[in-house]
């Protein structure tokens, strides 16, 4: 079965701190990982990766690809109390077209 | 302006009615989506639809059914609440599914409590 796990579930760290979130997945026919951003309402999409060891870069946050190992990382540089969210990570399998995600890790930025 | 728009944004309603939520996109995608958010936070897909057409049907109680009168609107209706259907839907959309790897765009979410 499809899956995709996430670590760590919840992360409290203060301002100014770097931190990375990881991101597993077993999934048949791998087409691309997603990663979200999710605070109160609608999970807002930051990341797509389909290739392995192609950094993605956006401001403080990246996120790079292994397909061999099967899994993703994002980091967040110099985190702000503005980062804190739920961060989901989400898996398309190209058999099914369709999302799967992650729990999500808990992401709390400090003042 | 909203790229995905649902209404309402809150629903709550006694057990055994039946209610639907609706679903519009204004960026002229081909496939439109219902995921499913529980109280952990876990985001599971429901239904999808590519230019009106079925193409996931996860495992969901057929008291479920979703309408898509044209590519641009996709409505889940709802019938004989349960409690356990208590959540956040949510609404997505995106280009085509058979296309290139393809971001999906989230409506802002319905909360639905029933009581």
């Known amino acids: 079965e499809d899956k995709v796990v996430q670590s760590p579930l919840s992360l409290v760290v203060h301002e100014g701190d770097t931190v990375t979130l990881n991101c597993s997945y077993e999934?048949?026919?791998?087409?691309?990982l997603l990663w979200y951003k999710q605070e109160k309402k609608a999970p807002t999409f930051l990341f797509m990766l389909t290739s392995s060891g192609i950094e993605k870069k956006s401001g403080r946050l990246s996120s790079i690809l292994d397909k061999k190992e099967l899994f993703s990382i994002l980091n967040i540089t110099a985190t702000q109390t503005g980062d804190s969210a739920i961060y989901l990570c989400?898996?398309?399998?190209?058999?099914?077209?369709?999302?799967?995600f992650g729990s999500g890790t808990r992401l709390l930025v400090r003042p | 302006d909203t790229a995905v728009s649902q209404t309402p944004k809150y629903l709550v309603t006694q057990m055994g009615n039946d209610k639907s939520i609706k679903c519009e996109q204004n960026?002229?995608?081909?496939?439109m989506y219902w995921y499913k958010q529980d109280s952990k936070k876990f985001l599971k897909i429901m239904f999808s639809y590519n230019n009106k057409e079925l193409i996931i049907n996860e495992t969901v109680p057929n008291r479920f059914s979703p309408k898509s009168p044209d590519k641009a609107h996709l409505n889940l209706h709802i019938n004989s609440l349960e409690l356990g259907d208590s959540a956040v839907y949510f609404c997505a959309s995106s280009q085509d599914f058979r296309g290139f790897p393809d971001t999906q765009y989230f409506g802002p979410g319905t909360r639905l409590t029933v009581l």
């Open positions: 989400a898996v398309e399998a190209s058999s099914s077209y369709k999302l799967i």
């Open positions: 999934v048949t026919n791998f087409r691309s």
């Open positions: 960026l002229g995608h081909d496939t």
